[in-house]
């Protein structure tokens, strides 16, 4: 397949590497400097090296299938470069919130959205280290299973493991869940995922918090704390995306997760609007 | 008058050596090295020596009035020392919070509380900097007004502004609710007290938690928020109590304040029970 891959951080780069073996596959990044860096060096997964075309995402061409790994802030921009592509593009969305899908169905056709729950360390901008082995679930947000089932059969190989998700709104609300638990709360401390499992009274606020947002999400509640912990447990070493957002000074995707849970829920959910704000107020010192 | 100040940290300093020019004290600490460097150097305020009697908390003695200036959770273990010194003497507790009143009424007769806006930087076991005016407020705990009034008369001096104040719930109330506000927030986020006003967020967050105090002292909310905003502007160069025990990696005192404030309400506190929580989570880390 003809595959281009937008948004060269940690899942980009990740899911770029690992196709380029089966598939032809063109990277998009935003700044020249990473262009050529891959360019010159290839994409290193743990000093593997996995050799790639890469574009400017102004310079975007035609694919059979573009997977947009960028932050949800950036959907924004990006969205009218994407309807300019293709009718015939299959779109393949792999973001940690969902405030993104709503917009992104009215604008786009063929769309699938996916979960990457791959520990995935970004060492340079054409490095990365992989913790461990994951999973990628994509579903289809219209009627498109058959897409969805063919991508994720076309997809997955050796390395890379992707899976058709039947039920689209189980999986992503669980993701959705299990980061708006772990992603304020690392940030807001600045500890590693394994922290709120390890800390008492952070485990009592993740518990919470994870009640809340079932609550919201209309999932089962125990079933949504087991996951939680779960994920905790097994990315107990890795920095949270948010907290790695929070360290660089970069806007966090609170308003995707967290901010999207408000807005869905009928129910008034106290802990998730008060953490809210904190991340908010710890982005502006 | 016979005065001993027990707990030399930065308030049991400042007043120890104000009221050291017309009275007779003695300073009690709990480290022969405190109290080494305080009888070989004196009390630096702003450098200016003054020369105080410093005995071990262990060693206490009879005085006419005793000023209690240790924090919060140490004041259990102070109760039987207390409890022995004698009959006639006055107590007068210094404390942020409110969570020691009510065990210490049942134990001692003659209780002053007092609170205390001066802006206070220990510098070292012998040494502070005094930022700015303030005002020491005292009130009697059981209907000892008459001793209330001769007290402040008495400790009021040129350079220590000391005042009776009749309405003791409400100083102390207010006092309370602001320390609840401007403490934890600038704990948490490792931040100056004057950041609660200057970030947007963080202001929002503040103004919540000033609401729920209110509700639970029954204080109007207007008036409890108008005061904490007055603090924090004129202490904004400062760190708070909690931050400055955070650092030091010390028990905070959040359990004789935003705990008391849970523990007194009627109404359920969200802010507040969050906060409370986060503050005990970082406390363990």
Known sequence: ?????????????????????????????????????ILKNGILVDQKPFHIDVELVENIKKHDLLIICVKQPHIDNLLPVL???????????????????????????????????????KLEDHSISLKGAGLIRIASVADNNDIAIRTANQLSRDVINVEFASNLSQVLHEKLIVNSVINPLTALFEVKNGEILTNDYLKDIAHQLSHEAALAMKIDSNHAWSLVQKVASQTK?????????????????????????????????????????????????
């Open 83 to 121: 309807k300019e592509v293709s009718e015939t593009t299959t779109f393949l969305f792999l973001q940690n919130g969902l405030g993104h899908i709503e917009k992104v169905s009215v604008e786009l056709k063929n769309i699938l959205v996916g979960t990457c729950d791959y520990g995935i360390s």
């Open 1 to 37: 397949m003809n595959i281009g891959v937008i948004g060269l951080g940690s899942v980009g780069l990740f899911v770029a590497s690992q196709l380029s073996e089966s598939h032809n596959v063109t990277g998009y990044c935003r700044r020249d400097r990473q262009r050529q860096s």
């Open 237 to 285: 070493e890795n920095h949270s995306s948010m907290l790695k957002d929070i360290q660089q000074n970069k806007q966090t995707e609170i308003d995707y997760i967290n901010g999207f849970i408000l807005k869905q829920s009928q129910e008034t959910l106290p802990s998730h609007s008060l953490i809210y704000q904190l991340i908010k107020a710890k982005e502006n010192i």
